[in-house]
C-alpha cells in the first residue's frame, strides 16, 4: 500500500504525467457518460410520442428483461437501435422483418412449445380441466399461477358449437367484442399473437392443424386460411374464427408507462363489454371492482411494467349463475332462473410477446351444474364458507347476486356434511385452500375417465 501511495506521487511530480493522468480520468467519465447516453436511448419506447410525465409509482423506469439476445442472426439491422425501441429491447425495423415468418416462438420467448397430446385424444370427447380456484381465507387480491406450457390454449368437445355462438354475438354486437387500433404496434401485436396461437396449436394439435406455405390447415373445420397479409384487425379475425377463447392485447404508453387496451376479441363478459375500455390503462378497465384501487392498482401497474416473457401466468375468475350467460354487457340484461344454476369459472392466462412488448389477456369461460360439485371432496364446505363467511362486499355481486347466495348455501351445507358422514371430508376440517388448488383431490382421474384416456 505505502509503495503504491509513493509510486503515485512520483508521478504526479511529473508536469506531463500529471496532464496526462487527469486527461484518462477524464477520457474515462466521458466514456461512461457516452455508454450511459446509448443505454439510454437504446432504451426508447414504441411508439415514442410524448416526453415521460412526472409519475409517483416510478412506473416510468421499469422494464422486463431485454430479449435481443433471442433473437435469429442477423447483419442487416446494426444501426436500429437509434430509432424506436420497444419494450423488449426489439427495434422497429427487426419486428417488421420478423413478424410474419413464423419465428420460433418458443426460442424467442424463453416458453418451451407444448408437448402433443396424449395419445388416445379425441377432440369430440374432450373436456376442459374442472378449475375449482376456490380460496380461504377470500379476499381481492391477484391469485397469480406459473402458467402449464401445455395448457396456454384449450380446445374441448364444443368446439364448433362455441364458435358459432361467437359469430353470432360478434355479428350483433360488432365492436362492442372486436376492435383494433390502427397504430403499427398494434398492428404487428395482433400479427405476433397470430402466429404464436397458430404455432402452439400446430404443437399441441398436430392431427388437426397445421401452417405450411403461410396458409393455416384447419382439418376440424375443413378450411385453409392464407396469413401473408393477416396484420391488425385481419389477424384478430382468424384468431377469432379457429380458436374459440378470448383476446385483449395492451401495450405500454411512453408517456406515462402504463399499458392500455388497443385491441381484443372477448365475447365472455356478464355486465360489461371489452368495447367500454378500448384505449383505457389498467386502473380504468378496473375501475368497478371492488378493492382494486386501493389494494391492487400500483402493484398491477408494477407487475405489468416488468413482466418477463418468459414467465406467463395464470388465474382464476368465478361466479354462481343462473343458466349459462356468456355475454351480457349490462347486469339488467342477465338470464332468468329457467336455465339452472351453474358454477362459471373464467380461466384467465397472461404473457408478454417477446418482439413487440405487448402484454395479452387470453381467458375463456367454462359452465359447471352446480349440482355436479355435490361429489367433489371439500369443495362444498369450502364454497359455502366462502358464500356464507366472506367479506360481502366481494360475494355479492361480485361472485352471486344475493337471492343466489341465499338459494345455494342450504345445497352446499347438506353436501358437506353428506361428504362429513361418508368420511370423504374429516369431521374437523376446518375450510382452507385446497393443496390441489385450482382444482380438488382426485380431480385428474375423473377428468380422464370422462375423456376415455
Same mark, same amino acid.
Given at each position: 500500500? +505505502?509503495?503504491? !501511495?509513493?509510486?503515485?506521487?512520483?508521478?504526479?511530480?511529473? $508536469?506531463?504525467? %500529471?496532464?496526462?493522468?487527469?486527461?484518462?480520468?477524464?477520457?474515462?467519465?466521458?466514456?461512461?457518460?457516452?455508454?450511459?447516453?446509448?443505454?439510454?436511448?437504446?432504451?426508447?419506447?414504441?411508439?415514442?410520442?410524448?416526453? $415521460?410525465?412526472?409519475?409517483?409509482?416510478?412506473?416510468?423506469?421499469?422494464?422486463?428483461?431485454?430479449?435481443?439476445?433471442?433473437?435469429?442472426?442477423?447483419?442487416?439491422?446494426?444501426? %436500429?437501435?437509434?430509432?424506436?425501441?420497444?419494450?423488449?429491447?426489439?427495434?422497429? $425495423?427487426?419486428?417488421?422483418?420478423?413478424?410474419?415468418? #413464423?419465428?420460433?416462438?418458443?426460442?424467442?420467448?424463453?416458453?418451451?412449445?407444448?408437448?402433443?397430446?396424449?395419445?388416445?385424444?379425441?377432440?369430440?370427447?374432450?373436456?376442459?380441466?374442472?378449475?375449482?380456484?376456490?380460496?380461504?381465507?377470500?379476499?381481492?387480491?391477484?391469485?397469480?399461477?406459473?402458467?402449464?406450457?401445455?395448457?396456454?390454449?384449450?380446445?374441448?368437445?364444443?368446439?364448433?358449437?362455441?364458435?358459432?355462438?361467437?359469430?353470432?354475438?360478434?355479428?350483433?354486437?360488432?365492436?362492442?367484442? !372486436?376492435?383494433?387500433?390502427?397504430?403499427?404496434?398494434?398492428?404487428?401485436?395482433?400479427?405476433?399473437?397470430? =402466429?404464436?396461437?397458430?404455432?402452439?396449436?400446430?404443437?399441441?394439435?398436430?392431427?388437426?392443424?397445421?401452417?405450411?406455405? &403461410?396458409?393455416?390447415? &384447419?382439418?376440424?373445420?375443413?378450411?385453409?386460411?392464407?396469413?401473408?397479409?393477416?396484420?391488425?384487425?385481419?389477424?384478430?379475425?382468424?384468431?377469432?374464427?379457429?380458436?374459440?377463447?378470448?383476446?385483449?392485447?395492451?401495450?405500454?404508453?411512453?408517456?406515462?408507462?402504463?399499458?392500455?387496451?388497443?385491441?381484443?376479441?372477448?365475447?365472455?363478459?356478464?355486465?360489461?363489454?371489452? +368495447?367500454?375500455?378500448?384505449?383505457?390503462?389498467?386502473?380504468?378497465?378496473?375501475?368497478?371492482?371492488?378493492?382494486?384501487?386501493?389494494?391492487?392498482?400500483?402493484?398491477?401497474?408494477?407487475?405489468?411494467?416488468?413482466?418477463?416473457?418468459?414467465?406467463?401466468?395464470?388465474? +382464476?375468475?368465478?361466479?354462481?349463475?343462473?343458466?349459462?350467460?356468456? #355475454?351480457?354487457?349490462?347486469?339488467?340484461?342477465?338470464? &332468468?332462473?329457467? +336455465?339452472?344454476?351453474?358454477?362459471?369459472?373464467?380461466?384467465?392466462?397472461?404473457?408478454?410477446?417477446?418482439?413487440?412488448?405487448?402484454?395479452?389477456?387470453?381467458?375463456?369461460?367454462?359452465?359447471?351444474?352446480?349440482?355436479?360439485?355435490?361429489?367433489?371432496?371439500?369443495?362444498?364446505? !369450502?364454497?359455502?364458507?366462502?358464500?356464507?363467511?366472506?367479506?360481502?362486499?366481494?360475494?355479492?355481486?361480485?361472485?352471486?347476486?344475493?337471492?343466489?347466495?341465499?338459494?345455494? !348455501?342450504?345445497?352446499?351445507?347438506?353436501?358437506?356434511? =353428506?361428504?362429513?358422514?361418508?368420511?370423504?371430508?374429516?369431521?374437523?376440517?376446518?375450510?382452507?385452500?385446497?393443496?390441489?388448488?385450482?382444482?380438488?383431490?382426485?380431480?385428474?382421474?375423473?377428468?380422464? %375417465?370422462?375423456?376415455?384416456?
Amino acid at each position: 500500500m +505505502g509503495s503504491n !501511495l509513493v509510486s503515485l506521487r512520483a508521478i504526479m511530480d511529473t $508536469p506531463t504525467a %500529471t496532464v496526462a493522468f487527469i486527461l484518462g480520468i477524464a477520457l474515462g467519465i466521458l466514456g461512461v457518460y457516452k455508454c450511459t447516453a446509448k443505454s439510454k436511448q437504446a432504451r426508447a419506447r414504441l411508439p415514442l410520442t410524448k416526453k $415521460p410525465t412526472v409519475d409517483p409509482n416510478d412506473i416510468v423506469s421499469l422494464r422486463p428483461p431485454s430479449r435481443r439476445h433471442a433473437l435469429p442472426p442477423s447483419g442487416t439491422f446494426e444501426n %436500429t437501435l437509434d430509432g424506436d425501441i420497444s419494450a423488449t429491447d426489439i427495434s422497429l $425495423p427487426e419486428i417488421r422483418h420478423i413478424v410474419g415468418t #413464423f419465428p420460433d416462438y418458443a426460442v424467442l420467448s424463453g416458453v418451451p412449445h407444448p408437448q402433443p397430446c396424449p395419445s388416445g385424444f379425441v377432440l369430440e370427447k374432450a373436456r376442459f380441466r374442472p378449475f375449482r380456484p376456490f380460496r380461504w381465507r377470500y379476499h381481492q387480491h391477484m391469485a397469480l399461477m406459473k402458467l402449464d406450457p401445455d395448457y396456454w390454449l384449450e380446445l374441448e368437445h364444443g368446439y364448433k358449437t362455441s364458435l358459432e355462438t361467437r359469430h353470432a354475438l360478434v355479428k350483433e354486437h360488432s365492436e362492442k367484442i !372486436l376492435f383494433c387500433n390502427d397504430d403499427e404496434l398494434t398492428s404487428l401485436a395482433c400479427r405476433e399473437l397470430l =402466429e404464436m396461437a397458430l404455432q402452439f396449436v400446430c404443437h399441441r394439435y398436430p392431427q388437426y392443424f397445421e401452417v405450411r406455405d &403461410n396458409v393455416f390447415i &384447419n382439418r376440424v373445420l375443413d378450411t385453409k386460411t392464407q396469413l401473408d397479409k393477416a396484420y391488425g384487425r385481419d389477424a384478430l379475425q382468424i384468431l377469432f374464427d379457429n380458436i374459440p377463447e378470448d383476446f385483449a392485447i395492451v401495450t405500454r404508453s411512453d408517456d406515462d408507462g402504463r399499458y392500455r387496451l388497443r385491441a381484443a376479441v372477448v365475447c365472455s363478459s356478464v355486465g360489461w363489454y371489452i +368495447g367500454q375500455h378500448r384505449g383505457k390503462p389498467l386502473h380504468g378497465i378496473h375501475a368497478k371492482v371492488t378493492d382494486y384501487a386501493t389494494k391492487m392498482a400500483r402493484s398491477m401497474d408494477r407487475y405489468f411494467a416488468r413482466m418477463p416473457t418468459d414467465q406467463p401466468i395464470q388465474r +382464476g375468475s368465478w361466479s354462481i349463475e343462473e343458466g349459462k350467460p356468456l #355475454f351480457v354487457p349490462h347486469d339488467d340484461d342477465r338470464p &332468468n332462473r329457467d +336455465g339452472g344454476l351453474h358454477f362459471r369459472c373464467d380461466w384467465q392466462t397472461l404473457r408478454r410477446l417477446p418482439l413487440t412488448g405487448a402484454i395479452v389477456f387470453n381467458f375463456k369461460a367454462t359452465f359447471t351444474l352446480l349440482t355436479d360439485l355435490r361429489t367433489e371432496p371439500y369443495v362444498p364446505a !369450502l364454497l359455502h364458507q366462502i358464500l356464507n363467511e366472506g367479506d360481502q362486499r366481494l360475494v355479492t355481486p361480485g361472485k352471486c347476486m344475493e337471492h343466489t347466495r341465499q338459494d345455494v !348455501l342450504p345445497p352446499l351445507r347438506s353436501w358437506a356434511d =353428506e361428504q362429513a358422514k361418508a368420511g370423504v371430508v374429516p369431521d374437523d376440517w376446518e375450510p382452507r385452500t385446497l393443496d390441489e388448488s385450482p382444482f380438488y383431490p382426485g380431480w385428474e382421474a375423473v377428468w380422464r %375417465t370422462a375423456q376415455g384416456f
